[in-house]
């Protein structure tokens, strides 16, 4: 991507933009959605936020594609060019419930190659940014890379609740195990974060069985900065199309979340 830094920067200038409508549409009263289930929501700021980005980049780079969690772009079915992954509103739940913990994602992609990861916390004006070969960075400060000698019995673990109830894909005797065996767990509600807090150290593992592109697009290239590893639970390559298991820490950590997955 030749023109990278100008990208970037327009980028960011837009998340900021972004983020200060969505400071102020939330003062009033707005609409409320569900999508799959009662707890799946979506508003119609996450909608009009998804919206701005679209109008930005098809103005400016009209042949790039926009891959958005709410369709407001076009439908992508390869990473071929550049594609703009979008989140606008990672977290919607802590969103309408709790007005903080959500986070602006955007991953920026050429010809399937992260290049370009922005994850803005709105409400604390935090953001964060990876660029890929260059570094990340929390408020223009380089991160340092995450402690590689960490391991799953030191490990604080983001994990959804969907854990504690019995599901088709893992045995919850084995979480129980996993529960036991970390130092501890925390549930924060916006994968965009959990990313963010693996890249700053302050949380050292995520492990989640279903996220979507959007969730994980600008969180991997964050993260891949600072060392770390993002892959499916299986160990194989985040597919950036479709949903994807996820886990994501340093390498020792992520080799053990494996074989304890794995483990009959
Ligand atoms: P969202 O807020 O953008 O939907 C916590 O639930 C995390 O999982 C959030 O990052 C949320 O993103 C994501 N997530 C992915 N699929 C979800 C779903 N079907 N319902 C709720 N959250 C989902
Ligand atoms: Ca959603
Ligand atoms: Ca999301
Ligand atoms: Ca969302």
Redesign the pocket.
């Known amino acids: 991507m030749n023109n990278r830094d100008y990208i970037l920067n327009e980028a960011k200038q837009w998340v900021i933009e972004a983020g200060k409508l969505i400071k102020s549409e939330m003062q009033k009263p707005y609409k409320i959605d569900t999508k799959?289930d009662r707890?799946?929501l979506v508003t119609e700021i996450d909608k009009n936020t998804e919206q701005f980005f679209v109008d930005h980049i098809t103005k400016r780079y009209p042949d790039h594609k926009i891959l958005g969690?709410e369709g407001m772009g076009e439908e992508v079915h390869s990473l071929d060019g550049t594609v703009w992954i979008i989140?606008p509103?990672?977290?919607?739940?802590n969103f309408v419930h709790q007005q903080r913990f959500f986070a602006i994602s955007v991953g920026i992609y050429h010809d399937g190659v992260g290049e370009i990861g922005l994850i803005y916390d709105v409400m604390n004006d935090t953001m964060y940014e990876g660029i890929k070969g260059e570094g990340a960075y929390k408020d223009g400060e380089k991160l340092a890379p995450i402690d590689p000698n960490k391991t799953l019995s030191d490990a604080l673990v983001g994990l959804?609740n969907f854990w504690a109830i019995p599901n088709r894909r893992l045995d919850e005797r084995k979480i129980h195990d996993l529960v036991r065996k970390v130092k501890g767990t925390r549930s924060y509600?916006?994968?965009?974060l959990e990313f963010a807090y693996i890249a700053e150290g302050i949380i050292d593992a995520y492990i989640t069985m279903?996220?979507?592109p959007w969730?994980i697009a600008a969180g991997k290239i964050i993260v891949d900065e600072v060392g770390g590893v993002t892959t499916r639970v299986d160990g194989s390559s985040i597919d950036m199309l479709t949903g994807n298991t996820v886990i994501c820490s340093n390498k020792a950590i992520h080799e053990s979340l494996m074989s304890f997955i794995q483990q009959k």
């Open positions: 799959r707890k799946d969690e989140d509103i990672d977290g919607t739940m959804n509600g916006s994968a965009a279903r996220l979507q969730d």
